[in-house]
């Protein structure tokens, strides 16, 4: 599994009874989530005094109740020098997916080691911290969401980060339609970012699901690919979507035309608020990655 366990201002407390405490910054939420299907014992003190509950409906949807919690504050993810704001919003989202972090340390390192200039495509790239992570790491970035309102929150986050200089395209649009001009005109990227959605629609009311939509986008993605690229990384959230689904993709679509190294993991948070939990290497799962490099 690969772990986000660099975080300082960000942790996951305790999780039981399908839902998870966590500390963000200065304060402490409980949210749904359903990777947790174990009951357990809540004994962490947080789950009495949150500063924020959001309550999941039988019906769909849910509702937040708060206690104390500001309408926007912000954390930093220290090892790369980024600052995110966050603030609850529908839908029990905070802007911020901290187990994202193991990814970002990972093409990171890969943009800073290229030694030439690199250019990157970020798709469904919501509010930004792919794209942070990488100009922070020197490239030029191409960031693509269907929503207006989550590409004025990146560049927000862009700011906040100091980066805001760096050379960004921001572009609201249906990622399988900018995709597909992309490749009409004879653009390329050195590495590609796709963080998909497992239903969504698109700016004009394109339906988007995961299982449908996921092999036709990374196929008509392929022809973006420059001569020598870096990376393509696949983000998936669906639940029962495997890492070895991700690992097909990449390797029947990518490693067969252009050799290098798949790797297809469960991504996790280290579960950190009690001595049991970290004598255990508890761990809570949040979804697949699916990483191709060129070697």
Known sequence: MLIADRWTEYEVLDAAAGEKLERWGDYT?????????????????????????????????????????????????????????????????????????????????????????????????????????????????????????????????TALSGVDQAPVRWIVDDCLKFVEREARRGRHYDGIIMDPPSYGRGPGGELWKLEEALHPLIRACLPLLSESPLFFLINAYTTGLQPGVLSYFLKTEI?????????????????????????????????????????
């Not at 926007?72 to 187990?99: A, C, M, N, V």
């Open 29 to 157: 939420l409980i949210r749904p989530d359903p990777q947790v299907i174990w009951s357990g014992s809540r004994k962490h003190p947080g789950w009495e005094k949150p500063n924020g509950h959001y309550h999941r409906s039988a019906k769909g949807g849910g509702s937040w109740d708060f206690f104390d919690l500001p309408d926007q504050w912000s954390i930093s993810y220290k090892p790369l020098d980024l600052r995110f704001h966050l603030k609850p919003f529908q839908f029990k989202h905070t802007g911020l997916f901290p187990e994202q972090a193991v990814n970002w340390d990972w093409f990171s390192a890969l943009i800073r080691g290229a030694g030439r200039p690199v250019n990157i495509l970020n798709l469904f790239a919501y509010t930004g911290g792919a794209t942070l992570a990488a100009a922070r790491a020197g490239a030029s970035v191409t960031h693509v969401d269907a929503s207006k309102g989550m590409v004025s929150w990146a560049r927000e986050n």
């Open 255 to 295: 490693q067969a035309r252009r050799g290098g190294l798949v790797q297809a993991e469960e991504i996790g948070l280290p579960i950190k608020g009690s001595k049991e939990a970290k004598a255990l290497q508890l761990v809570l799962p949040c979804g697949a990655a699916g990483r191709w490099q060129q070697t």
